[in-house]
């Protein structure tokens, strides 16, 4: 096998991580942020998508990757990684707008 490193950037004691990457846990080597996730340049972590959002998208590099739940549908769930995530409002209630999360 051949080992195939990246260039990296130091910011002090730190390597800095390519956008759509964080570090992996309890390292400080850099990895694909997993669906559900994203990083923006110069991040060390993957950020969940918030509650009432879902993405299926890996190593993504922004966070309006993460996707609204449809009007009607909700999500508490941080980080979900698709749209089963969103529930339908119980039987009685609704909500009209997207992204929902309660």
């Given at each position: 096998?051949?080992?195939?490193?990246?260039?990296?950037?130091?910011?002090?004691?730190?390597?800095?991580?390519a956008a759509g990457e964080?570090?992996?846990?309890?390292?400080?080597?850099?990895?694909?942020?997993?669906?559900?996730?994203?990083?923006?340049?110069?991040?060390?972590?993957?950020?969940?998508?918030?509650?009432?959002?879902?993405?299926?998208?890996?190593?993504?590099?922004?966070?309006?990757?993460?996707?609204?739940?449809?009007?009607?549908?909700?999500?508490?769930?941080?980080?979900?990684?698709?749209?089963?995530?969103?529930?339908?409002?119980?039987?009685?209630?609704?909500?009209?707008?997207?992204?929902?999360?309660?």
């Open positions: 096998c051949t080992l195939q490193c990246k260039p990296f950037f130091s910011r002090g004691a730190a390597a800095v991580c964080g570090y992996l846990p309890g390292t400080t080597i850099c990895g694909q942020c997993p669906a559900g996730t994203w990083s923006g340049s110069g991040d060390m972590v993957c950020h969940k998508c918030d509650s009432g959002k879902w993405s299926s998208q890996e190593a993504a590099s922004a966070e309006d990757v993460c996707q609204p739940c449809l009007p009607g549908r909700w999500s508490n769930q941080l980080g979900a990684i698709d749209q089963d995530a969103c529930q339908a409002c119980p039987p009685g209630h609704w909500r009209d707008r997207t992204a929902a999360n309660s």
